[in-house]
């Protein structure tokens, strides 16, 4: 696919022919989906949904829709809305630690309705999205992006050994080679493919282990099909089917998330131009890739869903394969909606065994860490940088893995205190707003 001339697609009207972009979509969609539906699954858990449930299914079906529907909004726009470019959209890991508390502790109502209002700040956020780009620099950004991975981590070793709920950490299987067996073949298999293929097959490397995975599972009893006999053939989303309900503080944790999640879809846009055209995004296609971010998520939350945003690695492919192309991501877009219609398919993706699950989201997590860290090598290391660093990954991921240090604080304080995600990122704001800089 690469021997596709870059100068004829690097406009983003038009459109190569079916026989390269039908495979080029398919490619969009095998690169980010088990990252997009992997949010679901877990969140699902945190919610103590049961391990096959219609609830968690139901989850992972809109986890495909609404990122199809999201994707339409950047591809095809509506009005002022979408970059009319080719970002890919889907569920995005930035909110992962902030949701899976919240979720835990207050609520999949509680979640849902910090959610839709987190979508309608998300969108307002595209008129004034240039001016915050202050409050995030490579340092602060770099620095949230890592705690999101550190605190993910041990999440994905605890999907591999068995299980995160405090009856399976406590079950004698876990941490068996049963477990460990299927969770290694993931990570083995997709480093292999990853690394050693090319084009396609290199683009879903994780989702390819994840395949592997699931057969091993199969063959040493950990997976069951009878949630997939049970599926609907054909379901259409239900508006709030978990209710809603407001709480301050779950919303402004998630708005406080969307402001990191509007920056980075700036960055993506710009990588995304910058790959397939060699151009910086344009102010109304930075603008418009905000709308849609907004309003993807705001309609998401309303039927059940979670957060969407740009995927960034989507926009290397773009820049593999020097296909700017928006049309080929509407492809990957009705793909994905297809898939949203059908329960079975999200059926077998959530009998997905957990070790199978941790796999993968050691690798993703792993990946999220060190994109964090790549960000940071932009940043000078003297002394002062140093100090932000060291106070806000000191705090915020120390507080997370000693809860009990704030046990005292009320109510969903203590819940965002130890998101790990929430104090390093205001820490990091606040001390690199007030320290003076070096020389």
Known sequence: MSDVSTNEYADPNVTPPLKQAIPLGIQHVLAMFASNVTPAIIIAGAAGFAFVSDEKIYMVQMAMLFAGVATLLQTVGLGPIGARLPIMQGTSFAFVSIMFAVAA???????MGAIIIGGVVHFLLGTVISKLRFLFPPLVTGLVILSIGLYLIPVGIKYAAGGAAEFQMEAESFGSWAHWFPALTVILVALGVKFFTKGTLSAAGILIGL????????FTGLVSFDAVGKAAVLAAPEFMPFGFKFDWGATIAIVLVVIISAIETVGDTNATTQGGA???????????????DGLGSL????????PNTSFSQNAGIVAMTGIM?????TIAAIILIISGFLPKIGAVIASMPLPVLGGGVIVMFGM????GLNMLTEVKMNRRNMVI????????IGINLVPTAVQYVPGVGKTLLTSGL???????????????HED
């Open 389 to 396: 660093i060291a106070v806000s990954l000191a705090i915020g």
């Open 278 to 292: 060699g151009r910086q995004a344009t102010n109304k296609e930075i603008t418009g890739a905000t709308y849609a």
């Open 368 to 371: 999220v860490a060190a994109a």
């Open 422 to 436: 929430l104090p390093t990122a205001m820490i990091a704001i606040v001390l690199n707003l007030v320290l003076p």
């Open 105 to 111: 502790t207050q609520g999949m109502d509680v979640l």
């Open 299 to 306: 309609i998401a939350g309303l039927f059940g869903g979670l």
């Open 211 to 218: 395949i592997a995975g699931y057969v091993v599972a199969y």
């Open 325 to 329: 192309s928006r049309h080929v991501v």
